[in-house]
């Protein structure tokens, strides 16, 4: 999946599967030249599968509202091929196509409202009055882990019924499932998130209550009730779904702020600009480097035609600063309008959590500008070494309470 590319190219061969890319490169040039050059480009199999790159946003658009054609039920996530298929294809909520997605969405829609959303606007800035205040007196800490990931992670604990009292541990154990660390230690400490929620939903089997587990345990698709493995694995994907893009973009925007001060403080003094601000947070940090698709029938994208069973890649951060729909793409600007990213996604895909999402990072933003006077950054950043999510691993800071 290395390729070569002619001038104005900015590399003479790139491979955009080298996490090292996203870690310590830069991937924006390479994306530009692909617009330009080669918007819809094949890449041949290596330890990968052969897949069709697509970076311009209409192309990417066009994707993601046509689930007949580009089907997630295969996977939507480049995996080795050694890895063979996602166990989660056509069982999750990420990895299913309509009908039985949308089915799916319904049984756990009512908790990502905008009624229940508000509904725990309150809660959520406690959680973070406490969470701020927490960081602030441990002198330095991480950003990431510290700040960014403890609210989302008490929201989506709050709505799938994990006990105030065992949401700790399983932060320390999402902390070492989807943090730094050996491949080993990850994989421990994500069996004993699926062993807690083994337990968790033989619990709601005998005790149901108002919240997503029991939802899962109960509800029914065409009829029938959900398998265990499937509430497991849906689980799963609402623990990750619920925190991951409120980490990473609050996380990368924070960064942002901080390389940008002057942004940081016009915030602060006019709040009537926290909602084009989140929404420019969200272009600019992308979270997701790639979604993928497969094609369920011959199709032309762009000037292509695909066949049926081709994988297409779709890069998501290069949608958010394609020139030809966004004015000054590079530009970091809290009040962009119009801002019709794609990073929550679109068509029957969108992020069920986008109303949530926006929420959180809301709320975070507005609790950091009142109770903060400083935010220093006291050592480099650790950007995530992945193709599947663009972030911060780590952001050392120290925190000042206003």
């Given at each position: 999946m290395t390729m070569t590319m002619t001038a104005p190219a900015p590399e003479t061969a790139v491979s955009l599967v080298d996490p090292e890319l996203y870690a310590t490169g830069d991937p924006y040039p390479v994306w530009r030249w692909m617009r330009d050059h080669d918007p819809v480009r094949r890449h041949e199999a290596t330890e990968y599968p052969a897949f069709w790159s697509v970076t311009r946003y209409d192309d990417i658009r066009t994707v993601y509202n046509n689930a007949r054609v580009f089907s997630s039920a295969q996977g939507i996530l480049l995996r080795p091929l050694a890895h063979g298929n996602d166990p989660g294809g056509g069982r999750t909520l990420a990895l299913t196509d309509p009908p039985r997605h949308k089915a799916l969405r319904s049984l756990v829609a009512n908790w990502f409202t905008t009624r229940s959303v508000r509904a725990l606007e309150d809660a959520m800035r406690g959680a973070v009055r406490d969470v701020v205040a927490r960081a602030a007196g441990l002198g330095e800490c991480d950003f990431v882990t510290d700040v960014a990931a403890r609210l989302p992670l008490y929201v989506i604990c709050r709505l799938m019924g994990v006990p105030a009292h065992e949401q700790e541990m399983l932060f320390a154990l999402t902390s070492r499932a989807f943090g730094a660390g050996d491949p080993e230690t990850r994989s421990i400490a994500h069996q004993e998130i699926m062993g807690y929620?083994?337990?968790?939903?033989?619990?709601?089997?005998?005790?149901?209550?108002?919240?997503?587990?029991?939802?899962?345990?109960?509800?029914?698709?065409?009829?029938?009730?959900?398998?265990?493995?499937?509430?497991?694995?849906?689980?799963?994907?609402?623990?990750?779904?619920?925190?991951?893009?409120?980490?990473?973009?609050?996380?990368?925007?924070?960064?942002?702020?901080?390389?940008?001060?002057?942004?940081?403080?016009?915030?602060?003094?006019?709040?009537s600009l926290m909602p084009t601000a989140v929404e420019e947070v969200l272009r600019w940090t992308s979270s997701a480097t790639h979604i993928m698709r497969t094609v369920t029938e011959p199709v032309t994208l762009g000037d292509r035609l695909l066949d049926a069973g081709d994988r297409v890649v779709l890069w998501t951060p290069s949608a958010n600063r394609d020139e030809r729909y966004f004015t000054d793409p590079d530009v970091f600007d809290i009040t962009r309008r119009p801002n019709r990213h794609l990073a929550l996604g679109a068509g029957e895909h969108f992020c069920l959590g986008a109303m949530m999402t926006r929420t959180e990072m809301r709320i975070l933003f507005d609790e950091l500008l009142d109770s903060v006077r400083s935010i220093e950054q006291t050592a480099p950043e650790v950007p995530i070494r992945s193709i599947v999510v663009n972030g911060l691993e780590s952001l050392p800071v120290r925190i000042s309470p206003a």
């Open positions: 929620f083994v337990e968790l939903m033989y619990r709601r089997m005998d005790e149901p209550a108002d919240d997503l587990v029991s939802a899962l345990v109960n509800g029914e698709v065409d009829g029938e009730l959900l398998s265990e493995e499937d509430i497991l694995l849906n689980c799963d994907n609402l623990l990750v779904g619920g925190t991951e893009n409120v980490r990473l973009a609050v996380s990368g925007g924070m960064k942002t702020f901080l390389d940008r001060p002057g942004d940081w403080e016009r915030l602060r003094a006019d709040r």
